[in-house]
Nanobody, 115 residues
Framework: QVQLVESGGGLVQAGGSLTLSCAAS????????MAWHRQAPGKQRERVAR???????NYADSVKGRFTISRDNAKNTVYLQMNSLKPEDTAVYYC?????????WGQGTQVTVSS
């Protein structure tokens, strides 16, 4: 059974930083596109960052210049480095792995940014 396990969430003050990790198991990690999504209370889930199997990245406008997505294929792990955090970044952050019709999600990790 495929597993995506996120970690690294928590409470941080505005302006602070956090790094999220997502460890994947039971998939051929290197061929999957990986992404981080988030969902704030009462809002739709949105994709914040994506990294392809060839490590091309793209970001939502709201996080561009502040967040960095990266991957370590040797560790089957994708990261999200979040800097200059804002209260509006508060959400549950989800890891996603996608390859054609294969689409897997983690359980989510809470990020709370206090003002």
């Amino acid at each position: 059974q495929v597993q995506l396990v996120e970690s690294g969430g928590g409470l941080v003050q505005a302006g602070g930083s956090l790094t999220l990790s997502c460890a994947a198991s039971r998939i051929q990690f290197s061929i999957y596109g990986m992404a981080w999504h988030r969902q704030a209370p009462g809002k739709q889930r949105e994709r914040v960052a994506r990294i392809t199997s060839s490590s091309t990245t793209n970001y939502a406008d709201s996080v561009k210049g502040r967040f960095t997505i990266s991957r370590d294929n040797a560790k089957n792990t994708v990261y999200l480095q979040m800097n200059s955090l804002k209260p509006e970044d508060t959400a549950v952050y989800y890891c996603n792995a996608r390859w054609y019709n294969d689409d897997y999600w983690g359980q989510g990790t809470q990020v709370t940014v206090s003002s």
